[in-house]
């Protein structure tokens, strides 16, 4: 407990100094901004500032993106709020409550309740990172080959499952994500796989130009689609938040909070999910449910404060086991690799310090988005009034510049056009891409360690379902399928 | 699950298509050296898990085929099943694709960084300009666009991040 209390304040110590403060605050600013900006989404801002962070140390790299994740999941609430529309999908829920209230005249209250519960949240969710990842670190040393296969197939199918309309499709996203993640050398034998001859696609599909297109070029792309309207944006009083609000509404804050957390820590589910089922669960417990959908202030702090819990309960797998808690969870991890941060079981024997960096990471992250949320609202605001050609065609540049800034190679700026104008279609035709995503960052994981277990086994597969943990694993996975399978053929509904 | 009858025909085809792609690896992954001189067995063969990727993406598009096909049937009249979903592309994608493949594609590389993003920035802003701009505002914004952004872009990626451009 007072060792990681300790470990903790190292690392505020070691990360307060003029230039990374100035980085931070500068890395939530931008994750506000882009948050905020309808079809510019947490991941893509990841995949984006990945590209831009690339030269720099990998703490302040880290800090960078740690920052922009948590300032674009609060950020989301602004257009929510003011316009109707969620600046990522996290904030779809608080559209609900938060425009509602705007309609009333209390826009700027439910910014100010939106500040507090991305605030509360975030910190509910820290707590937990900081005292769950050491122990379920220390767990996952136990784990073997068996257990991290089921547990790479867990996120592609719970993401497959939980992220889109169609379970289905989720599934054949995931599963071609995972072939994808196969291109080029295969590790035991270096055979080339799937490259015919091509010299760039030998050394396999890299992944941020892949995911920037996925999640860059394909929403561009979509955002595209509709001329946008004139923004009219609701006038709003003072945004700061109240304090009656905070005390009479902190069961649904805790409840959120743990709620945001343990979504978050599921693999592969993600900050949307973690605000529905919050806002669910408030409903359920709500002696007002009557306000829900008409300006509930309890259900929208009960939304912003499960999407903010979210963000560090998705950095505990990614931690723990290296498998990410959500999409925008699995560019970190993709940046982490990149920055030569191995995380994993091991990361509790070899660099312990880095789980406190991450939490500490996020307390700035957190006094980033209150003072943004306190002060700068009215500015940060006046964003949402650029149009839209402004704006595409200088991400696009960005999605392009960054692709070729991780090796210097133009074949990345070709992954990543094949990877939007791919997303973009697949995305038209129902499959989401966070199980694609989730399938290319975890292939490797899965393959690798269903060759090791099947080699250590000599072909048996009984320990694939009798060690404890594997049971329990595949069970979930085998019960998630049948179950929506059978629901599947059942179904004649057209 | 997708609503009504709006995707039912696109999704046989997809099914149908997605089974072909997984045939497709899972002969190619049978194709793949079997390494059995040095040792090899099944399970470290290299096309081990893409065949069993390539079996799973056949079911899974199997079932897909089959529910839309199911669904089809359902519907009472050709007008329900119907192509009524929303089309993926229309003429501002298009033109969006079009702007960005010349862009990435072919520009850069080929010609200075700053000369294709001022040029694409540029054409960008002009082509989606609200049609009720007047031609002198919309050619003053499409300048200004293209050299702002080639510049800010060149300098804060080259002496800031350090980055290399095209």
Redesign the interface.
């Known amino acids: 407990m007072f060792d990681g209390l300790i470990s903790f304040w190292q690392s505020i110590v070691h990360f307060s100094t003029p230039e990374v403060i100035f980085y931070a605050l500068l890395s939530s600013l931008v994750g506000v901004v882009m948050g905020a900006l309808p079809g510019l989404t947490a991941t893509m801002s990841l995949a984006l500032m990945t590209?831009?962070?690339?030269?720099?140390p990998h703490d302040q790299a880290l800090l960078i993106l740690v920052c922009t994740y948590v300032g674009a999941i609060y950020g989301g609430s602004r257009s929510a709020i003011l316009l109707n529309i969620p600046g990522t999908p996290a904030s779809a829920a608080s559209c609900l409550d938060g425009y509602a209230l705007a309609r009333q005249g209390l826009a700027g209250r439910a910014m100010g309740i939106a500040t507090s519960g991305s605030v509360l949240g975030t910190l509910i969710g820290m707590f937990f990172l900081a005292g769950f990842t050491p122990v379920l670190g220390n767990m996952a040393l136990k784990f073997g080959a068996y257990e991290f296969f089921w547990l790479a197939l867990f996120g592609v199918i719970i993401a497959g499952t939980l992220t889109g309309?169609?379970p289905?499709?989720g599934?054949?996203a995931g599963?071609?994500g995972?072939?994808i993640a196969?291109i080029g050398q295969?590790p035991?034998?270096a055979?080339e796989?799937?490259s015919y001859g091509v010299r760039d696609l030998a050394g396999g599909i890299q992944l941020v130009p892949a995911l920037v297109g996925a999640f860059g070029?394909a929403e561009?792309?979509t955002a595209?689609?509709?001329?946008q309207a004139p923004v009219k944006i609701s006038p709003f009083d003072t945004v700061i938040p109240r304090l009656g609000d905070i005390t009479k509404y902190w069961r649904t804050i805790l409840r959120s909070g743990l709620i945001g957390t343990g979504v978050g820590i599921v693999p592969g589910v993600g900050e949307d999910v973690a605000a529905w089922s919050s806002y669910a669960a408030a409903k359920r417990a709500s002696k007002e449910k009557e306000l829900y959908g008409k300006g509930s202030i309890e259900g929208l702090m009960a939304a912003e404060t499960g999407d903010n819990a979210c963000v560090p309960g998705a950095m505990i797998p990614v931690l723990t086991l290296a498998i990410p808690g959500s999409a925008p969870a699995a560019v970190l991890m993709a940046a982490m690799i990149i920055h030569g941060v191995k995380p994993g079981p091991l990361i509790m024997v070899e660099s312990p310090q880095f789980v406190y960096d991450i939490v500490a990471m996020m307390l700035f992250a957190t006094i980033g988005i209150l003072i943004y949320g306190l002060v700068l609202t009215k500015a940060l605001v006046q964003v949402l009034r650029v149009?839209?050609?402004?704006i595409?065609?200088?991400i696009?540049?960005?999605c392009?510049?960054g692709s070729?800034?991780i090796s210097?190679r133009?074949f990345d700026?070709?992954v990543?056009?094949v990877f939007?104008?791919a997303g973009?279609?697949l995305r038209?035709?129902?499959y989401p891409m966070a199980p694609l995503v989730l399938g290319v960052v975890l292939g490797d994981l899965?393959?690798k360690n269903?060759?090791r277990a099947?080699?250590l086994s000599d072909?048996d597969l009984t320990p694939f379902f009798t060690r404890p943990i594997s049971a329990v694993v595949a069970a979930m996975i085998f019960g998630t399928v049948g179950w929506k399978?059978w629901t599947?053929?059942r179904?004649?509904?057209? | 699950m997708d609503e009504g009858g709006k995707t039912t025909r696109s999704d046989i085809r997809g099914g149908v298509g997605w089974v072909a792609f997984g045939l497709v690896i899972l002969v190619e992954a049978l194709r793949m050296d079997r390494f059995t001189s040095m040792g090899a067995t099944v399970y470290t063969m290299p096309g081990f898990v893409p065949g069993m990727i390539g079996v799973v993406i056949m079911a899974l598009g199997l079932i897909l085929a089959l529910r839309s096909w199911r669904r089809l049937k359902t519907l009472s009249s050709p007008a329900e099943f119907g192509d009524l979903a929303q089309p993926v592309i229309n003429g501002r994608i298009g033109f969006t694709i079009l702007l960005t493949l010349v862009y990435a594609g072919g520009l850069i590389g080929r010609i200075p960084f700053w000369l294709a993003t001022a040029v694409f920035v540029g054409a960008f802003t002009w082509l989606f300009a609200p049609p009720e701009q007047s031609v002198q505002r919309r050619l003053t914004h499409c300048v200004l666009a293209g050299v702002l952004t080639s510049a800010v872009v060149s300098v804060v990626f080259q002496e800031i991040f350090l980055v290399r451009l095209p």
Request: hydrophobic share 55%.
């Open positions: 590209t831009l962070t690339i030269k720099l309309d169609d289905l499709k599934w054949i599963v071609a995972l072939f196969g295969e035991q034998y055979y796989r799937f070029f561009l792309l595209m689609k509709e001329r149009p839209q050609h402004f595409v065609p200088i696009f540049v960005l392009a510049v070729f800034a210097g133009l700026v070709y990543m056009l939007g104008l973009f279609f038209g035709f129902g899965l393959e269903l060759r099947l080699l072909g399978i599947i053929t179904s004649k509904k057209p």
